[in-house]
């Protein structure tokens, strides 16, 4: 009985690793959605206004690098808003239906205070969804954690916006991690990179892109 016990232990424990190692137990979230096309003309990149982008941002092999620093200007001369360098997607606003954004997402050490990614407009706001990153963790805006320990490492973020569900849904490596409502449809869009948040932002910050696609219903 007791070899028998331990043959089952084992077993068990093969079968775990093998589900851990080969990913079964996570999802695809794009699971009946369809990837609408993008090209280099639906990266609209915006930075500070008084330096050239290539000083902010640069594109190699594959990987879209984003960085901003805590006393750059903001990207236009009249904004009174923070520092970024980010990627607004263009020519896929959308007002209802069901959208998603995917990309592989890389925060180095020491960022802190940035949204790294977000859905900008909103029928009560400025924005729907913004991800920051605060010491390694994300949070929605500043307030719920989403996931902890995100420094140094590539993972797979997913956002579905269901505007007639009204509602919002995050993905962190094929696993559900947060869900709330929207604020209401309006002229809709997604945007990636770094954006310093109102307070508490380290002096620079950075996030790096790649494989980022969108999808529809």
């Known amino acids: 009985m007791k070899v028998a016990s331990f043959v089952r232990v ?7 690793l093998v589900v851990s190692s080969s990913g079964i137990g996570n999802c695809d979230p794009t699971l009946g959605f369809t ?3 993008l090209t280099e003309a639906n990266f609209e990149l915006q930075k500070p206004y008084d330096v050239p ?3 902010r941002y640069i594109y190699v092999n594959g990987v879209h690098r984003f960085w901003v620093y805590a006393d750059d200007k903001p990207h236009s001369i009249t904004s009174l808003t923070q520092p970024r360098t980010e990627a607004r997607i263009v020519g896929l606003d959308y007002s209802s239906g069901v959208w998603q954004f995917e990309g592989y997402a890389f925060v180095p050490n020491g960022t802190s205070g ?3 990614a977000q859905i900008h407009g909103a029928a009560h706001g400025n ?3 913004l991800l920051r990153i605060y010491n390694g963790d994300m949070r929605y805006y500043s307030m719920d954690l989403i996931q902890t320990d995100l420094y140094d490492k590539w993972f797979k973020l997913n ?4 505007v007639d569900g009204g509602k919002v849904t995050v993905f962190i490596d094929g696993v559900q991690k947060f869900q709330s409502a929207d604020k209401g449809p309006a002229d809709l869009y997604f945007k990636c ?3 310093g948040a109102p307070m508490n932002i380290s ?3 950075e996030s790096r892109w790649r494989d980022i696609k969108i999808y529809k219903k």
């Open 114 to 116: 940035a949204t790294v």
């Open 10 to 16: 084992l077993v068990l424990a093969l079968f775990s």
């Open 35 to 37: 990837e609408v096309p």
């Open 53 to 55: 982008l290539e000083q």
């Open 203 to 205: 002096y620079y910050m």
């Open 193 to 195: 990179g770094v954006y």
């Open 127 to 129: 924005t729907t969804l």
């Open 159 to 162: 956002i579905i916006h269901d």
